[in-house]
């Protein structure tokens, strides 16, 4: 079930809009009532991380690295994990303004991602959005992308697995991927595909090499920001790029990098912006994919976002990782922990879910009889099985046509609650699986509680 549909007005111009429903030039960081998004606006974005191969291997749900930050502002430490991987910094000598940077840690097909909680809708027009980011990728390293999901899953991804990524899959969705490091030209970039989702089926438009007719490239380097501007409507997609700008503020004007026609199942969604760690220790002896974002914004009709409240990471320590996630419980042991949404205002509210990454160990076990169990409040036991389609994710996605690919057990779980038990002021949530294997445990992360 997508957004609740509603109209609003115009915004007013900002991010180089002339009528920005959203945008966030990342001039102040956020220093009390930090979320996961670090010191983004938690009112304003969700941030998730996933790492999702094999991550509650020897009971460590989810372990995230530590990176290692460049120059950024005074007073920070050499090293960080999450959440003090996002942060705000203060004019640099290569982008000439207070800015994002994002430090990915999260290694083999891992990412940070960050959902502007305010809903994107470009319902019988064609929407317009712009964000200045670091280009620069080495493929089997890093690079950035961007997603509009119908749904506010966290961390948006897909599954080809041919040394690629093998993620979580939006059931409806468009991704952006820049991923491609022009072999001719190594200090240049392009659009490596466009991935429509429908249903959690993957169409995979190749914007680079082997299309025969590639993107152009554009140029690009560490630390130095490109200007993207990408126009969607529900059947078409344009990107324009700009080459990297010497001082992250002036750009010369985008040019066209790719376009295609495309068929999406939705007019509103959320909009991400990723930040993809392949590999980076495995094959360039570096601890994380580090990128820099600034002025992100889209136009439209300025919707309210709904009401939102997130389970933290759990940040637990352990040697030179820290675990972010949370091991479910069988149900026969009861469950292993008590989550609490605070302050949640219910009133005028007409649904409730609940968003989250989960994990599955797949081990050829008959995952149709495999059941997440939740109980608000202490009332009673709710089943949630599987659906068709995350199944059909987690064991063939459909890619181009095909059963190919993988998402090695991770998915992105849309859960509706039962608005009639969700109380005003403090919530509990406890969780437990059924006949799912416990030798690699269940475990989930990025919780967030919706009310529409």
Not at 42 to 55: H, L, V
Not at 56 to 71: D, E, N, R, V, W
Not at 112 to 130: C, E, H, L, M, W
Request: net charge negative; glycine share 10%.
């Amino acid at each position: 079930m997508g957004m609740m549909q509603q109209t609003g007005p115009p915004g007013p111009p900002g991010c180089g809009l002339a009528a920005a429903a959203f945008c966030d030039p990342f001039d102040q960081a956020v220093t009390v009532g930090k979320g996961r998004a670090g010191e983004l606006d938690a009112t304003r974005w969700s941030g998730s991380r996933m790492q999702p191969q094999s991550p509650t291997y020897q009971s460590h749900p989810f372990p995230i690295g530590t990176a290692t930050l460049p120059a950024c502002r005074a007073g920070l430490p050499s090293k960080v994990g999450p959440e003090k991987d996002t942060l705000i910094c203060d004019p640099t000598s290569t982008v000439h303004s207070n800015h994002l940077l994002v430090a990915s840690a999260a290694q083999n097909y891992g990412a940070n991602s960050y959902r502007i909680r305010q809903p994107f809708d470009f319902a019988g027009r064609t929407g317009k959005i712009v964000f200045d980011a670091t280009g620069y990728t080495q493929q089997l390293l890093g690079w950035i992308s961007l997603e509009i999901t119908e749904d506010p899953i966290g961390t948006p991804s897909y599954g080809v697995l041919t040394n690629d990524e093998g993620g979580i899959l939006p059931q409806n969705g468009l991704e952006l991927q820049f991923s491609w490091h022009c072999i001719a030209m190594p200090t240049q970039i392009s659009l490596s595909a466009v991935h429509v989702f429908h249903d959690y089926a993957d169409t995979v438009i190749a914007a680079s090499y082997p299309n025969p007719s590639p993107a152009p490239c554009v140029l690009a380097d560490v630390d130095k920001l490109n200007h993207f501007e990408v126009e969607v409507s529900q059947d078409h997609v344009r990107v324009s790029v700009s080459p990297m700008s010497a001082d992250g503020v002036t750009f010369e004007p985008a040019a066209l990098m790719f376009e295609t026609p495309i068929q999406l199942s939705f007019s509103r969604g959320s909009v991400h912006l990723s930040t993809h760690n392949h590999a980076t220790i495995k094959y360039g002896k570096i601890d994380a994919w580090v990128t820099r974002w600034d002025n992100v914004g889209f136009d439209g009709p300025v919707i309210a976002a709904a009401r939102e409240y997130e389970i933290a990471d759990a940040l637990v320590s352990n040697g030179d990782t820290t675990n972010i996630g949370y091991i479910l419980a069988d149900e026969k042991d009861g469950p292993a922990q008590t989550f609490r949404f605070t302050g949640v205002d219910v009133s005028g509210a007409s649904r409730a879910r609940l968003a989250l990454s989960s994990w599955y160990w797949q081990n050829g076990a008959p995952i149709d009889t495999y059941v997440l169990k939740y109980r608000l409040n202490g009332g009673a036991w709710h089943a949630r099985p599987l659906t068709a389609g995350e199944m059909t994710a987690m064991t063939k996605p459909v890619i181009n046509g095909t059963d190919s690919g993988g998402t090695q057990g991770a998915l992105g779980q849309m859960v509706d609650l039962p608005l009639a038990e969700l109380v005003a002021g403090d919530n509990t949530l406890e969780m437990v699986t059924a006949n799912i294997p416990m030798s690699y445990p269940p475990g989930v992360v990025n919780l967030d509680l919706i009310i529409d």
